[in-house]
């Protein structure tokens, strides 16, 4: 029979251990031993007890919840990042409260707001780029933030990841060093979203350099979806003037493109090598086997979660923690050098 109106009291009393240890077992569970935690979930589980956050937080104390507003949820480009950052947080005691945008910045700052009104300890956003009266609301409230998956050394806020524009011309040169000189590019919208943006801007930089034009023909743009990216790549090719080399914005459309390639009996890469950036989940395991840019998901993740909660702890003014973390370039079935002439 489940006790009403049960306490840390009755908690602790039940366990064997103090009130401090039931709340240190919670708080910061890495400091108790692992069988007087199981010992304290057990008696948890059978009372039915649950903490008050709210009461908390209303006396100035953290509520012990972080939150993580994604531009989407409706793929795979963040979850192994999301996967990453809860699981660092539960280590730590702190549960995770999740939002998506849409890729709507004026949506993410509605959504800044309801997280500030729940009272979370700390803020996660994706990339740096944001409206001002997001940042106007952060600095205002003081609470500390970082964002994920851009890096940038003068950038506003703290920040753990890549730099974008790195991942770019990573994916250009590669196709350069192979041997490509007709290359086209397939990229997202980028109005609210400053990882494409970046990485665009490196990959045509990198083929400026190289005294390599894009016709606008060659420069598709297609949403995060292998649908869209699939048909977007299958008109090109109907128009009978395909590149030999494709730099796709991320592995969502980079799959898309194979997929549309196979479909109109266009040999990857006997006719067209396609690169993409992410090194998502199923991308090795394609046929062929995608090459790409790898951005360290979970490492972005765990990373985020431990400078978030470095801040959240911080007794003094937030500082800036900025954190760039490696790419990396694998090659796989999907790229060779240009056909012969």
């Not at 969502?252 to 196979?262: N, R, T």
């Not at 950036?277 to 395991?285: N, P, T």
């Not at 090459?291 to 959240?312: F, K, M, Y």
Request: charged content about 20%; overall charge neutral.
């Amino acid at each position: 029979m489940v006790r009403r109106h049960v306490d840390i009291v009755h908690v602790a009393r039940q366990a064997g251990v103090s009130p401090a240890t039931v709340s240190r077992a919670f708080n910061h569970p890495s400091l108790v031993r692992a069988d007087t935690r199981a010992r304290i979930s057990a008696v948890v589980d059978e009372l039915g007890y649950i903490r008050n956050r709210a009461a908390r937080s209303i006396h100035g104390k953290r509520s012990g919840t972080i939150g993580l507003i994604v531009p989407t949820v409706d793929n795979a480009i963040f979850s192994r990042l999301i996967q990453s950052f809860s699981d660092a947080l539960n280590l730590r005691g702190f549960t995770l409260l999740l939002a998506a945008h849409g890729y709507d910045l004026g949506r993410e700052k509605d959504l800044l707001r309801s997280f500030l009104e729940h009272r979370v300890d700390g803020i996660a956003v994706i990339g740096l780029d944001h409206e001002n009266a997001t940042f106007a609301l952060l600095e205002t409230r003081q609470v500390p933030v970082v964002a994920l998956w851009n890096h940038d050394g003068e950038s506003r806020m703290s920040c753990v990841g890549p730099e974008n524009r790195n991942a770019g011309c990573l994916a250009a040169q590669h196709l350069v060093d192979l041997g490509h000189r007709r290359i086209g590019l397939l990229f997202p919208p980028t109005r609210g979203n400053d990882r494409a943006a970046s990485r665009l801007e490196g990959a045509e930089a990198l083929l400026g350099e190289r005294g390599i034009q894009v016709p606008e023909r060659w420069r598709i743009e297609a949403v995060y979806s292998v649908a869209a990216a699939k048909r977007a790549f299958v008109d090109l090719i109907g128009a009978g003037d395909v590149p030999t080399g494709l730099v796709a914005g991320n592995d969502v459309l980079a799959q898309g493109a194979v997929f549309a390639a196979a479909e109109c009996a266009v040999g990857v890469p006997d006719r067209v090598s396609v690169v993409g950036i992410g090194d998502f989940s199923g991308s090795a395991e394609m046929a062929p086997s995608l090459t790409t840019v790898r951005l360290p998901a979970a490492d972005i993740g765990e990373a985020g979660a431990e400078v978030l909660l470095e801040l959240v702890r911080s007794e003094r003014r937030h500082p800036l923690i900025r954190r760039n973390l490696p790419l990396e370039l694998v090659v796989r079935a999907s790229t060779a050098p240009p056909p012969a002439p």
